[in-house]
């Protein structure tokens, strides 16, 4: 149990995010007072899965220093194929009862024409593609949340750390990827609906009499276990001998490759499994949203996700999560029109104007001021300070010291 | 009592000899009123014909005034001026017969005629016959514009006539031009045709081929029962690209060669009239969710009779496969398709080489705008490696300044020369604040570089929201840069593509100047090898980054101008341009002007040899260019241009 | 638990004896809350803050008229923020926690998609003010924009009829609006016998700026002899790119005339025009339409908003015609009722802000004038066409898997009723 030991934030964290969700849970309109509004509990289910895919970028990131621009792609392309399932599988339901009224019986091709003429008809097509050949399976179109992603990330992981290709090159190919699968998933062509994406995907298939305010609540206590799962196996790959040369790879990566390590399998490692988890965080997240769309796989994406990662805290798990919470639930109060506009006399400020404004500045503040981020308070706190090494610098040359994190 | 007498012989079509001295224009326009004020080109026909057709001198006046929509009805008599506006509710009324005023009226009491433009097309066809001699050059021009837009037969004899006093050698040339092409559609003597269709070999003018595509239309009939005359193009079968086993079975089927099979809809219907105490044909409903228990039920009806006959071995190929069919000329002259399709192969050779050029134009002007884009890039990234995100918001701040220059100087031309040095200023100053203020800073920090940047980038794009709002703003360019220089009818590009295509040259003058002529270049050069080196020689290293960072910057500024100019200017402008940028650095090689250069070529040309693939989706185009760059990093990670030795910093 | 009852039973009592002593027995709570759901950010503000603005001037308006049933009209204002998802997020939340009697909103049909399934759901009011590509009836949902057969097709039976067109370049930006218009147009087309290989169809991206090559391309389509025209539903800033080049291209509208089904007043105001005179856009609304209601609706409109450049558009109208027929729809029915006001609703009339009356038929759509307007040197749109009212169809009749369908929510209450089988599809929309 050197995880937990290494990790005295675990104990904690489990403990709140227990709290949490059983706070949310007996404040919910389903299960509680009803002080929680179901589009609340909707928004914190997704918060977590916010939270969850954080962790995963801080893995790549802040962990083993590779600042990829596309986990939020792998996160909507988990949305996507569990979405191909639940619209299938919904509009199955609705054409079968339709078809029971007809004269004759339908065959199975009638049934899978009127399921596509369905699906396709608001973008005006009606047949299958063939991406669509499991979507008639739950198991199967489970399996692919986890292993589109993940093939892709394999893919180009393999190919961009097998050519060295590293740092904000890495970045910018990680960006162009994430452009072009946008892109092609905006093309009606593709076969996932274009712009239009795929909706509706609240209404769960044969859930019909259940009420939303019960699913949500069921899908917000999912995402709370996939979260503590993601945060478990976060702290188990980075309290070991793996941690320490992910960490190795990220501070130097040359002299890890000549102590003998195969970094590019480390790293690909790395990347191919925060792929995976970021997926599942979609497959999660996006039944709650109800809709998918290529927007929001755009590059910009997973551009907030970094900065999530970067305001919690790099390089400690739970500083990536706070960072996604927090940020994204500001977020969601200012561009809300709740917020209160402040007059100054000569001008009105109206949040929903200039949120993005100060979360631009801020984030300047963040990475020139407080490099650690929200998780840095915490050092405050616990007098974790860095030590206070005057004289020399860290490693032979300033490239290196890209993160102090020696303990005392 | 004289008009109803009139028009009664107008009836009586005793026209000519009724076209009384007193019978004015007003009174052809009022016998159409009601077509004139409906204004369909389905009906207006007449209306035109008896205008053109009147004989009265006033008859041009009235189309041209009518066809530049200068033509109102008063509504209390219904009768025609032309009108002249004096102010916002008045309008002067000059009668058409006399030229001369007829007071004034106010606005409400007036209906204005507004023909469309189909309309207007066939009033331009009608006023040939006046237009073709009138003294006015531009107007001749007009007339033969019309009758390339819109020919008839009728046109014919009055051209001719008129080319032989035509002095103007331009329109002249114009005339014999637009006369062979009438030649074309309209001659009765098939020779005159061919003669005119072998003159226009190897031309590449539009309306040639408009003329000769139409001679070649044909239409695909079954070959049996053809008449000997048929002017057959060629024979075909079915199953072969141009004729698909569907559309040949169709035509068999409407030609009444074979029999059609009832289709899949057909014996489902069939099937559902015929359902009798819950089964068809003795199989039971519930059997019949599968399609081979339908065809079994089906069968059985047929055999009953009651329905029509079904061979369940029945495939179209089969049906098809030995007809034959033919390909027909719908024009009856072989001499004249024979030399259409002579001279159109000849044209489309021509046409094709020139698409090419053309194609090759439009990938170079591309190519020149990802470069104007990238060229800043090329030194704060490629140059410094200093990652800025906020690249394609200094450019969006260029295309801003230009804008808020317009709203200040209305002169557009003196507004640009103002702009580009403004936007330059502005954008260095921004790119020299932002160096002092954050970047330095983090120079060791490359990656998080990236995000500061990136603060910075979605706070200004906001800013210039809140600013300007979300409004697109117009950026006007100059009139002299409207238009497009023409090589021919295949071959254009317009002359703001041309003035940024210069503008990107002049830049990658200014560029290399810079770098290698010039103390900052040569210091800028040390500094990014060597630091600290550098600074042992005497340079100031701050000085130098901060300097060279604004001058990217303030590049990027200027082609934010230009981009304004041929695009849009919004607060997004920027984030349009960001990753090409970035990928026509990197593509090119970090670090070298010229792989810049090969990468923007690269990715410009790409794009567009893509497009040319694939015409109907320019959004699967930029994907596959994008996919084709991962690629080719994969293969070349350091670019086209890769540096060598210490320079390359590794 | 109990003392919480208690509260309310003392409470509602309290009110009733306020309410009965003041104003009589009335069915509605007051205020009557109108929701808002425009996205104030992100790309779409562009347009849907004119919407939003809009809004609460004919809230204004009304509540100086005495509101409706006696109550105040209160606007909640939400910003979904051109974010799809959080549109559904925005929708619960209005009708939810603010508890909203109708909410006006949305401008893009994937936001719509996103929100039909929560209005359902919760069986809520939404009046859609933009054209939209048809195909789809929702219960719950009031469609006061153009649908296909109030825009596209009367705009390319005027391109047939009155110019004469041959040959059609469908060029659209890529996504579901177009697209679905697009496949509608070329069945339409195929339909009056133009032939499959004179219907060029080109999507491009959003915002897409280099149009050198699609231009020379419809340019090129003249080769054959015949008329070419193109028809327009290209999105928002990337109309200006390509306006631009098709200036530069020295294509006059007399070659190649092209009709724009996204191209209103607002967006004009990007570019200079004096280049497209001529070009065509077909709409229910211009802000040239000479008629007093558009006059007053004008001023009123620039005395709100503070600033006389500002333009009127069609989803401003459709939004006024909406607005006014739900007002007059509670008032009828008595009560904010969702149900009680949708029956109210059928065969409501309004005056059309360009003459004549708008009708709100049992499919949920408005009978409206088509009007086809030429672009001016001024930015605004000379109106050359308008048709007498035509009735919005749910479902288009050009193609074949739709041809049998019909919306009719008062008699048979279905919107997806297949007229062959006569079976009622399904009862939730589609989405």
């Known amino acids: 149990m050197t995880m937990f030991k290494k990790n005295p934030s675990l104990m904690v964290f489990i403990g709140l995010l227990a709290i949490f969700t059983l706070a949310v849970t007996f404040m919910s309109e389903a299960y509680g007072t009803g002080a929680l509004s179901t589009s609340f509990v909707k928004t914190l289910g997704k918060t977590l899965c916010l939270a969850l895919v954080a962790i995963a970028m801080d893995l790549v990131w802040g962990y083993t220093g590779i600042l990829s621009l596309g986990h939020f792609a792998f996160f909507g392309l988990g949305g996507y194929m569990i979405g191909m399932w639940l619209m299938y599988a919904r509009t199955e339901i609705i054409v079968v009862e339709s078809m029971a009224n007809a004269a004759l019986p339908p065959t199975p091709s009638e049934i899978s024409d009127a399921i596509g003429t369905q699906i396709f008809g608001v973008v005006g097509s009606s047949d299958f593609p063939l991406i669509w050949t499991f979507a008639h399976s739950f198991w199967a179109q489970i399996a692919l949340v986890v292993l589109v992603p993940g093939l892709l990330a394999l893919v180009f992981g393999w190919l961009a750390f097998r050519s060295r290709v590293t740092g904000v090159y890495l970045s910018i190919l990680t960006q162009a990827m994430t452009l072009a699968l946008s892109l092609y998933l905006f093309q009606n062509d593709s076969g996932l609906r274009g712009n239009n994406g795929l909706s509706g995907l609240q209404n769960l298939p044969g859930a019909d009499a259940i009420s939303q305010d019960n699913i949500s609540i069921w899908f917000f206590w999912a995402s709370a276990f996939a979260l503590l799962l993601t945060y478990l196996i976060a702290a188990f790959i980075v309290s070991g001998k793996f941690g320490s040369v992910i960490r190795g790879i990220r501070d130097d990566e040359a002299r890890v490759r000549f102590l003998g390590y195969s970094v590019e399998g480390f790293k690909l490692f790395i990347f191919t499994l925060t792929a995976v988890i970021a997926a599942i965080g979609g497959a999660l997240y996006y039944p709650q949203a109800g809709i998918i769309n290529p927007a929001e796989i755009a590059p910009i994406a997973s551009i907030y996700l970094a900065v999530w990662v970067a305001i919690g805290g790099r390089g400690r798990i739970y500083g990536a999560a706070i960072g996604a919470g927090f940020v994204s639930l500001v977020s969601t109060y200012f561009t809300g029109g709740q917020a209160p506009d402040i007059n100054l006399g000569f001008y009105t400020i109206k949040w929903v104007d200039w949120w993005l404004v100060l979360l631009g500045l801020s984030f300047v503040l963040v990475t020139l001021f407080a490099p650690k981020g929200i998780g840095g308070l915490f050092d405050l706190i616990t007098h974790r300070m860095s030590p206070n090494r005057h004289g020399l610098p860290l490693g032979p040359d300033k490239g290196s010291l890209r993160e102090e994190e020696a303990e005392k | ?650 | 638990m109990e003392v919480k009852t208690q509260f309310k039973a003392t409470l509602a009592s309290a009110l009733f004896a306020s309410t009965a002593i003041a104003s009589g027995a009335m069915a509605a709570d007051c205020p009557v809350k109108v929701g808002v759901l425009h996205s104030l950010s992100g790309t779409m503000a562009i347009s849907e803050t004119t919407l939003k603005d809009t809004m609460l001037m004919l809230v204004d308006e009304q509540n100086a008229k005495g509101g409706v049933l006696g109550c105040e009209i209160e606007a909640v204002v939400v910003d979904p923020a051109s974010d799809w998802p959080l549109f559904a997020e925005k929708a619960r939340e209005l009708l939810t926690v603010h508890d909203v009697d109708v909410i006006f909103g949305n401008w893009t049909s994937v936001s719509r998609k996103s929100v039909l399934p929560v209005i359902e759901e919760l069986n809520g009011l939404l009046f859609y003010p933009v054209q939209y590509e048809g195909e789809e009836s929702s219960k719950n949902v009031f469609y006061t924009g153009a649908a296909p057969n109030q825009q596209a097709i009367p705009a390319t039976d005027y391109f047939l009829d009155e110019l004469g067109v041959e040959k059609f370049a469908l060029l659209g930006t890529d996504y579901v609006y177009p697209r679905t218009t697009n496949n509608i147009l070329e069945a339409y087309l195929k339909d009056k016998g133009i032939a499959e290989e004179d219907i060029f169809v080109n999507y491009t991206p959003f915002g897409h700026s280099d149009w050198s090559k699609i231009v020379a391309d419809v340019v090129a389509l003249g080769a054959d002899g015949k008329k070419v025209g193109v028809i327009s539903t290209i999105n928002g800033d990337a109309n200006i790119g390509f306006y631009k080049e098709l200036a530069a291209a020295g294509v006059s509208a007399d070659d190649i005339p092209v009709v724009a089904f996204s191209v209103g007043e607002e967006e004009l105001s990007g570019l200079d025009t004096s280049n497209l005179v001529g070009h065509l856009a077909a709409w229910n609304y211009f802000m040239s339409a000479d008629t007093p209601e558009n006059a007053a609706f004008i001023d009123a409109w620039h005395a709100y908003i503070g600033d006389d450049s500002r333009v009127t558009n069609d989803p401003m109208e459709a939004h006024y015609i909406g607005f006014n027929m739900w007002v007059n729809a509670v008032e009828a029915a008595g009560s904010t009722d969702v149900d009680a006001v949708r029956a109210e609703m059928y065969g409501q009339e309004f005056p059309n802000l360009t003459g004549g009356t708008a009708i709100m038929n049992v499919n949920h759509h408005l009978s409206k004038p088509v009007l086809i307007g030429e672009i001016l040197e001024d930015g605004q749109f000379d109106i050359i066409s308008q048709t007498p009212e035509v009735p919005g169809d749910a479902w288009t009749d050009y193609l074949p898997e739709s041809a049998v369908l019909k919306s009719d929510w008062k008699d048979l209450g279905c919107g997806m009723y297949n007229t062959e089988t006569e079976t009622c599809v399904q009862l939730k929309s589609n989405y």
Not at chain 2, 446 to 467: C, D, M, R, Y
Not at chain 2, 479 to 507: Q, T
Request: a negative charge; proline letters at 4%; hydrophobic letters at 50%.
């Open chain 2, 1 to 650: 009592m004289l008009r109803s007498l009139i028009a009664a012989c107008l009836l009586l079509t005793c026209s000519l000899a009724a076209q009384a001295q007193d019978r004015t224009i007003q009174d052809v326009l009022q016998e159409h009123a009601e077509v004139i004020a409906q204004s369909s080109r389905k009906t207006i026909a007449p209306a035109i014909d008896a205008i053109a057709g009147s004989g009265l001198p006033a008859a041009q006046d009235v189309l041209q005034a009518w066809q530049a929509k200068d033509m109102w009805q008063r509504e209390s008599d219904g009768l025609f001026f032309k009108a002249e506006r004096v102010d916002s509710s008045t309008y002067e009324l000059i009668d058409f017969a006399t030229g001369e005023s007829v007071g004034t009226a106010d606005k409400g009491d007036l209906e204005q005629l507004k023909p469309n433009s189909g309309i207007r097309a066939m009033i331009g066809a009608a006023l040939v016959q006046f237009q073709l001699n009138d003294p006015d050059a531009e107007r001749r021009r007009e007339a033969l514009l019309a009758i390339q837009r819109d020919g008839e037969a009728s046109h014919l004899a009055p051209l001719r006539a008129s080319i032989e006093g035509e002095t103007n050698p331009e329109i002249k040339a114009l005339k014999e031009t637009t006369e062979r092409l009438l030649t074309i559609s309209f001659d009765p003597d098939d020779a005159a045709r061919v003669k005119a269709i072998e003159g226009f070999k190897g031309s590449l003018s539009l309306d040639a081929r408009a003329a000769l595509n139409p001679v070649l239309t044909t239409k695909i009939v079954p070959a049996e029962g053809l008449p000997e005359s048929a002017n057959v193009k060629r024979e075909l079968r079915a199953g072969s690209p141009d004729l698909t086993v569907s559309e040949g079975y169709d035509l068999l089927v409407s030609a009444g060669v074979i029999e059609p099979q009832p289709s899949l809809a057909e014996r489902k219907a069939a099937l559902e009239s015929h359902i009798e105490n819950g089964a068809v044909a003795g199989v039971p409903l519930a059997e019949l969710n599968t399609q081979d228990a339908r065809d079994r039920a089906y069968a059985a009806l047929a055999q009953e009779g009651v329905a029509p006959a079904f061979d369940p071995d029945f495939t179209m190929e089969a049906a098809v496969a030995s007809a034959k069919f033919a390909e027909v000329y719908d024009e009856p002259s072989k001499a004249v398709t024979d030399a259409a399709e002579a001279t159109l192969a000849s044209i489309n050779r021509a046409v094709g080489l020139n698409q090419f050029f053309d194609l090759s134009l439009d990938g170079l002007s591309l190519a020149s705008i990802y470069f104007l884009a990238a060229i800043g890039l090329a030194i704060t990234f490629g140059v410094m490696g200093v990652i800025n995100m906020a690249h394609g918001e200094f450019i969006m701040m260029g295309a801003y300044t230009g804008y808020v220059v317009q709203q200040i100087v209305p002169d557009y031309t003196v507004s640009i020369l103002l702009a580009i040095p403004l936007a330059f200023a502005v954008t260095f100053a921004a790119g020299v604040a932002m160096e002092r203020l954050i970047i330095r800073w983090l120079y060791n920090r490359p990656l998080e570089t990236l995000l500061a940047t990136f603060g910075v980038s979605i706070a200004l794009q906001q800013l210039a929201k809140n600013i300007f709002g979300t409004q697109a703003r117009p950026l006007t360019s100059p009139g002299w840069l409207d238009g497009a220089l023409s090589f021919n009818d295949v071959v254009s590009i317009s002359y703001i593509r041309i003035a940024i295509f210069i503008l990107a040259l002049i830049f990658l003058g200014v560029f290399l100047f810079i770098m290698k002529k010039t103390r900052l270049g040569l210091e800028t050069r040390a500094v990014t090898q060597n630091p600290r080196m550098a600074a042992s020689m005497g340079i100031n290293p701050d000085k130098v980054n901060m300097l060279t960072f604004g001058l990217g910057s303030g590049i990027a500024g200027i082609a934010g101008v230009a981009i304004g100019l041929y695009a849009k200017v919004t607060s997004e402008l920027g984030s349009d341009y960001i990753v090409q940028s970035f990928m026509t650095v990197v593509v090119g090689g970090v670090g070298n002007i010229w792989g810049t250069l090969l990468g923007a070529t690269m990715i410009g040309f790409l794009q567009k040899g893509i497009e040319w693939f694939n015409p109907s989706n320019t959004l699967a185009a930029q994907t596959y260019m994008i996919v084709f760059i991962i690629i080719f990093i994969q293969f070349r990670p350091k670019g086209i241009i890769a540096l060598k030795g210490r320079a390359a910093g590794d």
